[in-house]
């Protein structure tokens, strides 16, 4: 049955770019998790700074782990993707809420590098969302 809409090709070269680039916010997801359930004193301090009871920081971390590996399991990675989304749009209103706008760049750039790697190494989401020529 054909759909009508073409799968671009993948290179190797394309393909290790895109792992290369998702693995950059997996590392940083996965240390981030880890923190919030380890709670070393900078990261309480985080977490009264930011307004946030310590007592939500393992619901957190589990959100935060689960989205991360689904995100790695190449079979699963669009739905991690957009569970990182949300979570990551979470960290941005936080910071909106107390006034920190510079501090929103981080989830900002980890959500673009989040796609872009998904983007690069997934011929079919290439094939959704093509580039004009």
Do not use: C
Request: aromatic letters at 6%; glycine letters at 12%.
């Amino acid at each position: 049955m054909a759909t009508g809409v073409q799968i671009p090709s993948n290179s190797k070269a394309m393909i290790w770019v895109g792992r290369v680039v998702s693995a950059l916010p997996v590392a940083g997801l996965l240390v981030s998790g880890v923190m919030k359930i380890v709670q070393p004193p900078d990261a309480v301090k985080g977490f009264e700074h930011l307004g946030w009871p310590l007592s939500v920081a393992v619901g957190l971390a589990v959100a935060e782990l689960g989205s991360t590996i689904v995100y790695a399991v190449p079979q699963t990675a669009v739905l991690g993707a957009i569970l990182l989304t949300g979570y990551l749009g979470g960290a941005v209103a936080t910071h909106v809420r107390i006034g920190e706008y510079a501090e929103m760049a981080p989830p900002i750039i980890i959500g673009v590098l989040v796609w872009l790697g998904l983007y690069l190494r997934d011929a079919r989401l290439r094939a959704l969302v093509p580039w004009r020529k």
